[in-house]
């Protein structure tokens, strides 16, 4: 069936790659804006979703996802059809995710905040008990970034932080080490075991 003669409320049934053949031969009865809105509305949420995943932030997943499909569609008279659209459009995601990422790593900042919005609900529990907790948790950190160099505290940051996989961090942070990651995690764990060792020797000693 001709595209020209397919009515407008049958469009939502053309697969991905229909509508951009519509969308770059200006073929059928809607404009290419709204060709193009129709593409891409079809996987906004989609796309949310893998912005989560691969980000684990659902405060900034909006708008980087509507970052991502304002890219997308800059790029799509590059899209060329060898793969589905929509694995195209995940390989855009991912790679904006893992810049956004890498970026975040490398903002003090964000470290404050990833303490600061993993803290208990001071509604729930004792005041005192969550400013013991924050004192904790920035004493933690801090012993962290005293004791390790800055790739080794970028990887803790967002292994143990952020809950990314080791390969997801190794591809952020573009290690290309044969063991990636998880040579950080080893050495990182090493310092960090010496120092807490002599830390417990001195309160054994002070103790004395």
Known sequence: QSLAFIAPDQWQLLTDEELIDAY???RGPRTREDLAEELFHR????VTRWVCRLTRDRDSASDLAQEILLRAYRN???YRGDCRFSTWLYVITRNLCYTAVHRRSNEPVWLAKSQ????PDISTVNIHEAFEVEQSRRSNWKIILDTLDATEARVMLLHYGQELPLNDVSKVLGLTNKSGAK???VSARRKLDAVMRGRK??????AA
């Open 24 to 26: 770059r031969g200006g």
């Open 43 to 46: 996987h906004q949420s989609r």
């Open 76 to 78: 799509l008279d590059k």
């Open 116 to 119: 600061a919005t993993s803290l």
């Open 183 to 185: 040579a950080y995690i």
């Open 201 to 206: 020797q001195v309160k054994r000693v002070a």
